[in-house]
């Protein structure tokens, strides 16, 4: 799925309960669609920060590991 087309979706839906309310099918919709976002960011985080390196003043470089 697009992500443009996700984002688009859940403001649709925000406004759509903010205006009226959301019916059940609909807050299963948004919780889904909510969920995929949050996978692709913290996916496409996790991936910049694998490639990532620290550049010390003597120029060696030093992988960023996780704590």
Known sequence: MDMNAVIARINELAAKNKAEGLNE????ERDKLRRIYIESVTGNLKGQLDNTYIVRPDGSKEKVRRK
Do not use: G, N, P, Y
Request: no cysteine.
């Open 25 to 28: 099918e609909e807050l299963i």
